[in-house]
């Protein structure tokens, strides 16, 4: 169906479900809380439920899903997009065999069987617009034979790019219109919510995240990252090495294979930290499904990672602020924390230092106070984030996802195991990324990422200092004044040809230092 129809027939069934009549009923001041309240009572209501669930048919497969589940659960009116996607993966059936087998043909471009030698066309797993596939491969590639093959339904991601583009069309009508839509910038939070829906269903990104991890944890005994397929991936297509998995909250399961969960707490906590404070690319959206244990002879016990499609980043000045605040805080060194708040813009110049101290020192003393074993890092790592709110200050999204990322690690650890040491495995972890921040190792990384600036700055260096005496030259009047000058300029060639020296004996160390590391 051409996108202008699609996009007519979907605003037509809006209307004539009433959505424009829900609208104008509700109460200018509490619009959305009037509505979900109604939801509720159509809830409560079993005809009111079953005339909605007879309706939906009607509606594409993004709107239906979540008008659906709103309907069954109304709580996940204030849970995030992306928990609210995952809520509605159930109700999405997936293609059947032979439609599975015709998609994955026009995915490759080839028939399946000059690729794989068996392809297992029920999917093993379904989520909202994407399936997954178990299939062996007729030529190793990489070493890998048997591959997992992650299929997007291209017709059903048409569908939702349409209900996308009537969202954005639709705010951009009610932008010319309102003015308060306009203050809000309607158009720009359709546009977002539209960024945030299809980075789900970009195979190619998800293959670069899934990729870039395993070069962060490459040779890691703790983790298994799977192998990408580079030449099987394309825009409906993720083809990687198969590792044969369960999920992390399967305790009987991983009993039955031998599977020590003491250890596998402790890897969860590490990797996770590791993963977002050292390496700065996390998953924005961790949880318990998403966290599943190898049991391959080979990988006994290591950490799986899944979908890696929803990643986000710390910047440098991120993640060292949390490392080290973080340290300071286990420390109890409230004053030093406020001092990086401060410094990072986290709170207005004029905050007074000591009411910020006093601020995290009240809120983060009842955590050391507790008992071992219920402190939590997650719990303190909220506040070490939101203390700054009394004071109108505020951390920056990615931080607070990165922090909720590990208090959801915390909890699975604490699940699988519960007397593991979360708190001091924590502190271990961030203390040892303190530590290699600030010894020579922290010290190379800063001096390489400086070298490219060094690589422009200094070959200037000459002509600057002639520019300067040149202007002290034309400034200069009597003989007193030129032999100042005449002294100044020897005082800085000596100066020059010192720092060329200990700029080619620090590269001559450098060298040195990384042949030997390389030995």
């Known amino acids: 169906m051409p996108p202008l129809l699609r996009r007519l027939l979907l605003l037509f069934h809006a209307l004539r479900y009433g959505a424009r009549l829900i609208w104008l009923a509700a109460p200018p001041d509490h619009k959305l809380h009037w509505m979900i309240e109604l939801v509720s009572r159509v809830h409560a209501s079993g005809r009111g439920r079953a005339g909605l669930h007879g309706l939906l048919p009607a509606l594409g497969p993004l709107a239906s899903g979540f008008a659906q589940t709103l309907a069954e659960r109304p709580e996940l009116a204030s849970s995030t997009l992306h928990e609210a996607i995952d809520a509605i993966d159930h109700l999405e059936a997936p293609l059947p065999p032979e439609e599975s087998k015709e998609a994955l043909t026009r995915a490759f471009g080839r028939p399946l069987t000059t690729i794989f030698t068996a392809v297992d066309l029920v999917p093993v797993r379904g989520g909202f617009a994407e399936q997954t596939h178990f299939a062996r491969l007729a030529v190793p590639i990489n070493g890998c034979r048997e591959v997992a093959i992650k299929l997007v339904r291209a017709d059903q991601l048409q569908q939702i790019g349409d209900e996308l583009a009537l969202l954005r069309w639709v705010a951009r009508w009610v932008e010319k219109l309102s003015g308060t839509a306009r203050r809000l910038q309607l158009r720009a939070l359709a546009q977002a919510f539209t960024d945030d829906i299809l980075r789900r269903f970009d195979l190619r990104a998800e293959a670069a995240n899934l990729s870039q991890t395993g070069h962060h944890f490459d040779r890691d005994s703790r983790i298994a990252v799977p192998i990408v397929i580079w030449d099987l991936c394309t825009n409906q297509t993720l083809t990687m090495q198969r590792i044969s998995t369960l999920p992390a909250s399967d305790l009987p399961g991983l009993h039955a294979h031998h599977v020590k969960l003491a250890p596998l707490a402790a890897h969860i906590v590490e990797v996770v930290t590791e993963q977002a404070f050292e390496h700065g690319f996390f998953h924005a959206t961790l949880d318990a499904r998403r966290v ?84 939590s890092a997650g719990s303190l790592f909220h506040h070490l984030l939101h203390a700054v709110q009394p004071f109108d200050g505020a951390v920056s999204g990615r931080l607070a996802t990165a922090q909720r990322s590990f208090q959801q690690a915390e909890m699975l650890a604490r699940a699988l195991h519960p007397g593991v040491d979360t708190w001091n495995i924590t502190r271990g972890v961030l203390a040892g990324i303190a530590r290699r921040d600030l010894d020579h190792r922290g010290w190379i990384k800063r001096i390489s990422r400086e070298l490219p600036h060094l690589a422009q700055i200094l070959p200037r260096v000459p002509q600057l200092a002639v520019r300067y005496l040149q202007q002290e030259h034309d400034r200069a009047r009597t003989p007193r004044q030129n032999a100042q000058l005449i002294e100044d300029i020897g005082r800085e060639y000596r100066r020059t040809r010192v720092l060329l020296w200990a700029c080619a004996l620090c590269g001559g160390m450098l060298g040195a230092g990384t042949v030997l590391l390389m030995w």
């Open 292 to 375: 599943r244990v190898s049991v391959e002879p080979d990988t006994l016990g290591r950490l799986v990672l899944a979908e890696f499609s929803i990643m986000s980043s710390l910047s440098i000045g991120e993640r060292e602020f949390f490392v080290h605040g973080a340290t300071a805080l286990f420390n109890q060194d409230y004053g030093r924390l406020a001092e990086l708040h401060r410094d990072a813009g986290h709170v207005p110049h004029d905050t007074r230092a000591e009411m910020l101290e006093a601020e995290l020192r009240t809120r983060a003393e009842a955590h050391f106070a507790a008992a071992p074993e219920d402190r």
